[in-house]
């Protein structure tokens, strides 16, 4: 899956360093309440899917020094999420 660069500032849960990377489903974690939503008072948002994803490190950092297997694996709501033209 693509991270897509929705442009909204504030209060999101998508680190700025995987937005246009690819990386893949590592595992689905359940629906929850839109946590952006909730911040800005709203009661009751609706419910969105959220998926944990693994990135490799050194496609999210180029001068990544470590081994080239080493991963990263973040929570990301669906809304956050394309599919990506590769598979990796």
Known sequence: ???ID???AGHVRTPFYV???IGRVERYC???ANPE???YGDPSPPRINLYR???L????WPDYAGRPDDTV???IYEHWLEPADTDI
Request: aromatic share 8%.
């Open 37 to 39: 939503r909730r911040a």
């Open 6 to 8: 929705l442009g909204l």
């Open 30 to 32: 359940g629906a929850y």
């Open 53 to 55: 994803i693994r990135f």
């Open 57 to 60: 490190q050194r496609d999210l």
């Open 1 to 3: 899956m693509r991270v």
């Open 73 to 75: 694996e973040i929570e």
């Open 19 to 21: 937005r246009k990377h």
